[in-house]
C-alpha cells in the first residue's frame, strides 16, 4: 500500500527536522514574534522537540488521512494537546503553521485548527468609592 499524501508529507517533515523548510519558516516566525503572539518563549532546542513531538502525534494520529485531514483525526490530536493553556496555544499555532505549509505546498487541506482567544479587561475609569 503507497503512502498517503498526508503520511508522506509528516514523513518528510519528521525524517528532515530542523532542516525542512517548513519548520525554517515557523522557527523564523516565532523568533521575530512577540510574547503575547505565542504565550510562551522556548529556547531553540526546546522549541524543535516541541515540534517533533507534534510532527509525531500528527504521525500517529493521522493514519486513515489520505489526501486531506480527517476532522475525527483532528479531534482526536487535540484531545492530546497538553492541558496547560500556554503550551497548548504554542502546539495548536504549530499544528495550524504545519497543515497551512502543507496546504501551499502539497495541497493537503484540513479542517480549521481552533485558536485559544484570551480576553482581557481594563480597569475601570471610576470606582464605586469614588461615586
Known sequence: MANSK???YLNELKKQGK????????????????????????SDDDFLNEYKKLCMLMLRYFKKSDENVLSSEMNILKSRLKEDLTIKHL????????????????GIESSKVPQIVVLKRDKPMLSPVEL
Open 6 to 8: 498526508v503520511r508522506s
Open 19 to 42: 532542516f525542512h523548510q517548513c519548520f525554517q519558516q515557523i522557527v523564523n516566525a516565532y523568533r521575530n514574534g512577540s510574547d503575547n503572539d505565542f504565550g510562551i518563549r522556548f
Open 91 to 106: 502546539q495548536l499555532m504549530l499544528i495550524d503553521a504545519i497543515l497551512n505549509y502543507g496546504l501551499k505546498h502539497h
